[in-house]
């Protein structure tokens, strides 16, 4: 991942980090993915939470907000004090120690390499302005691909564990803390874009490479400082007793032969020769990407798989974007990073189905048994009990996501989007005379007016679901108690905003179903009398679990009444939505862009 960091400071000095990700903001590197941002987003929310990072204050589509930790980048004559040795040291024996949601199969290197080999391919030596190309051809020349496939083919034999790593320990991606509270404390790891499950002793040898040379890179070019005056092997010994240390400080498991000094040494003997061949591919692709340019981009949609590795074990793998959807536009709902931070969250306080990985493209997660809810559940009025607790618990929870989602805006511009492409002329004759009245309806005119009329309602903005229908809702087989019967489904839409969107949506479908798939879009109507009644009863019970969940309660806002017309006025909102829906729906099945 090609990046920038900015250190924003406020006017009471208090300062923090924002890092976007992308080429957009790089000129002089090109936006590659290693692992899909939506992993690092898991990656960067854990470490924060066990210490080992800065604190996370949220994502948005394009990047991260998180602490400025004061201090300052460590340097080779920090290590003249031996005992930092000891913090780096616990500190990456802690980071192994992490267990990530993240596939163990993963190879970073191999990633890095077929990115290398992508520009290379398209890489043309005579682009390099004279004077430069006689020291970047054998740079160029050497089989930097042929060799690093070789070192990772052997390396299994070396029975480096398998761990959690860090993998990019240069000293620009450590910090000398100003405030600690322990020796252990003072040194913390940034920067997380290459982490992956990979050899242990990869990073072992990474830091005291370190120790050996620096290399520097930026618009300029490359710079290389030598360090010449190193004990190596005196370095080397206090470091890897260091770690063993470590290993025994955080009561790991130890094997005799897996962890013993030899071991350990004969691992980091192996794997400098890996990154030494990183660093000379880095050089490589640093000189070609200065002179050539690729881009490449696509939208979001998802497809969901369940998996049977026997009778009784079953996942659900989902997958996002369109090279699995061939005949839906790209109308990108939630930035992966963010929808990853949800699920994970929801999946942690029980809310959510457990989640067993995040990869470049997707995710992993647990198969809940049960079925969806349908209307006739609900002749248990009990349900409404259930739904409401799960609900109120659901508005009750904090998101490291944005609260400034404009619900009306982002409706107007996909209504827009819709108003743009459509073409009456592209749609079968047949259908022709049936979508006129739909796509002529002025959705747009009446969504405007709600949007100026919305703040009046006084609804509280919650964290909300936003896709309340009864196909994102699970009655389980197995559940603990009464409120553990239902689970909710699928979070692309959940946004800050209104709670009376999620209270109107979830009536609204007392009254009528909509299914769409490939032959069209079908409505079942049910014939509900009660409606009134049924309405008044979820309120009541949702206005008992706001109370359970702790809401700081205000008689006004949060009274039956209140909420009623809260949920009345949604109402009308989820009709248009529907209406706007159903244009889109019309015009992508029918019309080609």
Not at 378 to 387: A, E, G, M, P
Not at 477 to 503: A, C, H, P, Q
Request: some cysteine.
């Amino acid at each position: 991942v090609a990046n920038r960091i900015y250190c924003c400071t406020f006017d009471n000095k208090k300062r923090l980090i924002v890092k976007f990700y992308g080429n957009e903001l790089s000129e002089s590197f090109d936006a590659v993915s290693f692992k899909g941002e939506a992993a690092e987003a898991v990656i960067v929310y854990r470490i924060q939470k066990v210490g080992l990072g800065p604190k996370v204050f949220g994502f948005f589509d394009g990047g991260r907000i998180e602490e400025f930790i004061e201090g300052r980048n460590v340097n080779i004559e920090d290590f003249k004090d031996t005992s930092l040795y000891s913090s780096v040291a616990y500190n990456l024996a802690k980071y192994h120690n992490l267990s990530m949601p993240l596939s163990r199969k993963d190879n970073i290197f191999k990633k890095f390499k077929e990115m290398e080999e992508a520009q290379l391919l398209s890489f043309d030596l005579n682009k390099i302005d004279e004077k430069y190309r006689a020291l970047a051809k054998p740079i160029l020349d050497f089989p930097a691909k042929e060799e690093t496939e070789l070192i990772l083919e052997l390396a299994s034999f070396t029975n480096s564990r398998v761990v959690f790593s860090h993998n990019d320990l240069h000293f620009n991606n450590m910090i000398l803390r100003n405030e600690f509270d322990s020796n252990n404390d003072r040194i913390m790891f940034l920067d997380y874009d290459l982490s992956s499950y990979f050899y242990r002793g990869f990073d072992l040898a990474y830091f005291l490479v370190e120790h050996q040379f620096r290399l520097g890179a930026n618009e300029f070019g490359l710079r290389i400082d030598y360090f010449d005056d190193q004990n190596l092997d005196e370095i080397e010994q206090i470091f890897v007793k260091e770690y063993m240390n470590a290993l025994k400080t955080l009561n790991l498991e130890i094997d005799e032969n897996l962890d013993s000094l030899e071991q350990i040494y004969h691992e980091i003997e192996f794997f400098i020769f890996l990154r030494f061949l990183v660093l000379i591919g880095f050089m490589q692709y640093v000189i070609s990407i200065n002179k050539c340019t690729s881009y490449n981009s696509s939208g979001v949609a998802n497809r969901i798989y369940c998996c049977s590795f026997s009778k009784k074990k079953r996942v659900i793998i989902k997958f996002y974007g369109s090279e699995f959807l061939e005949d839906v536009d790209e109308i990108t709902l939630k930035y992966e990073p963010e929808e990853a931070i949800i699920v994970y969250r929801l999946h942690k306080i029980g809310l959510g189905p457990k989640v067993f990985g995040f990869f470049d493209g997707g995710r992993i997660e647990e198969f809940v048994e049960g079925r969806n809810v349908n209307i006739n559940d609900f002749k248990d009025i009990s349900l409404y009990s259930t739904f409401a607790y799960n609900l109120a618990k659901y508005h009750s929870l904090s998101m490291p996501i944005s609260r400034k989602y404009n619900l009306f805006k982002n409706f107007i511009e996909m209504v827009e989007k819709v108003n743009l492409e459509c073409d009456l002329i592209k749609i079968d004759a047949k259908f022709r005379e049936i979508s006129k009245p739909l796509l002529e309806f002025q959705v747009m005119e009446e969504v405007k007016w709600m949007s100026e009329i919305a703040p009046l309602i006084n609804s509280r903005i919650v964290f909300v679901h936003n896709d309340l229908n009864f196909n994102n809702m699970i009655l389980k087989d197995k559940f603990d108690s009464k409120n553990d019967r239902i689970m909710f489904l699928d979070y692309e839409w959940s946004k800050y905003t209104y709670r009376g969107v999620d209270l109107a949506y979830f009536l609204v479908e007392h009254q009528f179903r909509v299914y769409t798939n490939e032959n069209g879009t079908r409505v079942d109507y049910f014939k509900v009398q009660n409606l009134n009644e049924i309405k008044e009863t979820f309120v009541q019970e949702y206005i008992k679990a706001m109370k359970t969940h702790h809401f700081e309660m205000n008689d006004q806002l949060d009274s039956l009444n209140h909420i009623l017309e809260e949920i009345e006025f949604f109402t009308v909102l989820r009709y248009l939505f529907l209406i706007a829906f159903e244009q889109f729906l019309v015009i992508s099945k029918r019309c080609s862009s």
